[in-house]
């Protein structure tokens, strides 16, 4: 410590005078184990990297620069750039000089603003300079307060003038320059404990991959009598991929803003910092088609395939499919002669297909990872990552669909129709698994579901005329999903976790469920209520609160062209269909939504029954009156903590676009230099009408999501945008 030489009070070190009394610093006496020294103020902060003194740090930090290393520690008000700190060595508790003391500079500052009596108080100093060897009060001395502000002066003229030749100044307020220099200590906590990538960090990666597909393939057409024919076709398929990765980190830099690996320490190097993948597919295959016809009104063609995959080890596999389809209205006699043509065109058709589907690469590799924990820091398997058995089998698909186009009125109403029914075994899919396996999550052929649905679309010429069509179309689907098959035992296939919510799959139901936690209800599904007011909560955490499967989807679109003038648009919608709103629940969990503004604090009466029981013990119930508060504890408790608030109906209508566009065309017939000119403007998105609270109705958590899938899931997502396009396309 520094002391001043006429008063003994306590100087900030490197400081040219005393602040108390005023005395000029030709130098100062420095403490050290052997006594007492004189020394010539140069070393600037003195700080003990000793875990002894914790008091005085402010939420202000300083960046140190040193040959090895840059770090940053929090710092009281009052020291600036330029200063010096001296870090002493670990178990130098003495103020001389030793081995391991280190001197850095202050490079820059982070500063948050504190008044001069907060900082006082924060970091004890109180009384340290309290008295004048003259009158024994500086604070009141009309002559030491003279000498003092007169000091002040000089150290205000003299640090703002560093600061402005500095090349390290950032930014300062003159708040900061009218801070007490004070003296501090850091603790060893503030560079030790401190992240070693904030000492300085490097990172690179680099990675190649290749696909290589070879294929040939043979047909030979067979002309029979009387308009038949057989085409023969025949082929075999190779499909290789390789890829290889690798990358590099390294943290601490030894020497400042040079960026190399070489230049990290490597005491904080792990096994996982240096990396290197290869990663490998193969997949073969033979084909083969036969297809007959007749006159091209009747087409019949089957299919085979069997395909070896290196990611599965049951092989090869087979599937085969059979299509057909036959114009009727050209082979029934006067069916597409009738008065005004009314009947035009009948066509069915049908086919039955199965698809083979192998598995992702790799999944029977045990997948290992270096645990900190163990005390070899050795590698151990990785729970979390999925692992298959070995007699995984291929996913395959059955699926069989029959539908007719018709036509009618001279083709100008044309209606498809069509009916699909597909049943999946052996899916491939990752589940939970109990963790007595060894796992959390296991890939597995897991259970049989089936789909089924109907789609058909009608297109109609409202207008058709020289220099006016209109065309009108209207689509319809609807798909019912639903589990056939579980393995014994098991009743239940759950997919990806939002919080406390889970996408599932119920034996006998349906295929895009959601579980998570309920309110207690009655028989008619109200919520019970207790004597106090507040909803009682299902102890079950696995309860079936939505289903995203949709009731059905429709479409309506339009296409207009009036004297050139083009017109078109889409609307399309949902009925039915519910979707996890987690976006609104990580708001509430902020505090950031607008429910919060309307309801937080006030007294409200929740809908629900009190259960009562009377004498002969029959239970009744009756509607609840009791108010509550809704503060804090209750909107976690009663409602945030409860799934089925942030299940809502998916049901909307949006007009998709608008496009009005003009063709010059007509207008251009004479001239021989631009042969076409189009305008178009579209809107995309322009409206949306729904109920729903959250981003958008119609979203997807994850697109690669297999099994239960993801779809319904609003997990924060980058909401839909309009756009507005404007085009011009001149032909020359």
Request: hydrophobic fraction near 30%.
């Amino acid at each position: 410590m520094a002391f001043c030489t006429n008063c003994g009070c306590q100087l900030a070190e490197n400081a040219k005078f005393c602040f108390e009394c005023g005395t000029a610093v030709k130098g100062i006496n420095r403490s050290t184990s052997s006594g007492t020294e004189n020394a010539d103020v140069e070393i600037g902060i003195f700080v003990n990297l000793d875990n002894n003194s914790n008091q005085g740090f402010t939420e202000n930090k300083v960046y140190l620069e040193h040959a090895h290393k840059t770090v940053s520690v929090n710092v009281p008000n009052g020291i600036l750039v330029g200063q010096k700190i001296r870090l002493r060595g670990e178990g130098n508790t003495t103020q001389s000089e030793k081995k391991g003391d280190a001197f850095l500079r202050i490079d820059r500052i982070e500063y948050k603003q504190v008044n001069e009596e907060q900082t006082t108080r924060k970091m004890g100093y109180e009384g340290v300079i309290r008295k004048c060897p003259n009158c024994g009060d500086a604070h009141t001395c009309p002559t030491c307060q003279a000498v003092y502000e007169q000091a002040m002066a000089s150290y205000k003229k003299e640090y703002s003038q560093f600061l402005k030749d500095s090349a390290s100044y950032v930014d300062y307020t003159d708040w900061l320059i009218n801070e007490y220099p004070y003296n501090y200590i850091l603790t060893s906590d503030d560079i030790k404990n401190m992240s070693h990538s904030s000492l300085g960090a490097i990172s690179a990666s680099t990675g190649r991959s290749q696909l290589f597909t070879a294929g040939v393939n043979a047909s030979y057409k067979i002309e029979l009598p009387k308009d038949f024919s057989i085409d023969v076709m025949a082929g075999a398929e190779l499909k290789m991929s390789e890829g290889f990765s690798t990358s590099v980190y390294g943290c601490d830099f030894i020497i400042p803003g040079t960026y190399s690996l070489s230049n990290t320490n490597r005491d904080y190097m792990e096994l996982s910092d240096r990396t290197l993948g290869h990663s490998g597919r193969r997949r073969f295959g033979y084909f083969g088609e036969i297809r007959g016809d007749y006159k091209g009104l009747a087409s019949l063609s089957v299919t085979g395939r069997w395909d070896w995959s290196s990611t599965i080890n049951n092989n090869p596999f087979f599937y085969p499919s059979v299509t057909g389809g036959v114009i009727l209205s050209e082979l029934i006699p006067g069916l597409n002669e009738t008065k005004n043509n009314w009947f035009s065109y009948w066509k069915l058709r049908g086919n039955y297909a199965v698809v083979g589907k192998d598995a992702p690469p790799y999944l029977y590799d045990r997948r290992f990872k270096q645990f900190g924990t163990y005390p070899d820091g050795g590698y151990g398997i990785d729970p979390t990552m999925s692992s298959a058995s070995m007699d995984l089998a291929p996913e395959m698909s059955y699926s069989w669909e029959i539908g007719m186009d018709i036509k009618f009125f001279d083709n100008k109403t044309r209606l498809d129709v069509a009916y699909y029914n597909t049943k999946v075994e052996n899916q491939i899919v990752t589940v939970r698994v109990s963790p007595s396996s060894g796992y959390i999550l296991q890939t597995r052929n897991e259970g049989v579901i089936t789909n089924q649905g109907v789609e058909f679309t009608l297109d109609q010429d409202i207008i058709k005329r020289k220099n006016f069509n209109w065309t009108m179309g209207l689509n319809f689907g609807l798909n019912r999903g639903k589990v056939v098959g579980l393995p014994e035992d098991v009743h239940e296939i759950t997919g990806p976790q939002y919080g406390d919510v889970f996408t599932s799959a119920y034996l006998g139901g349906s295929t895009t469920a959601l579980t998570g936690k309920d309110y207690q209800r009655n028989a008619e599904g109200q919520v019970i209520v207790d004597e106090n007011g507040y909803p009682k909560i299902n102890p079950n955490k696995n309860e079936l609160i939505g289903n995203r499967e949709a009731k059905f989807q429709a479409g309506l679109n339009s296409s207009m062209n009036i004297y050139g003038v083009q017109f078109s648009f889409l609307f399309d919608g949902r009925v039915g269909g519910d979707v996890l709103n987690v976006t609104g629940r990580n708001l509430i969990s902020n505090g950031n939504s607008s429910m919060l503004e309307q309801y937080r604090g006030r007294q409200v009466v929740f809908e629900g029954v009190t259960e009562h029981t009377d004498d002969a013990g029959n239970v009744y119930y009756e509607q609840n009156t009791k108010p509550i508060t809704l503060d804090y504890t209750t909107i976690v408790n009663y409602f945030y903590n409860v799934s089925t608030n942030f299940v809502e109906d998916g049901t909307y209508l949006r007009l998709s676009y608008v496009t009005v566009g003009y063709d010059f065309a007509k207008l251009m017939k004479n001239q021989k230099v631009c042969k076409g000119l189009k305008f178009n403007f579209t809107c995309n998105n322009v409206f949306l009408l729904t109920k729903y609270t959250g981003t958008d109705p119609v979203c997807n958590a994850s697109t690669g999501q297999g099994g239960t899938g993801s779809a319904g899931i609003d997990n924060t997502p980058i909401p839909n945008t309009r756009s507005y396009n404007l085009s011009l396309t001149a032909s020359f």
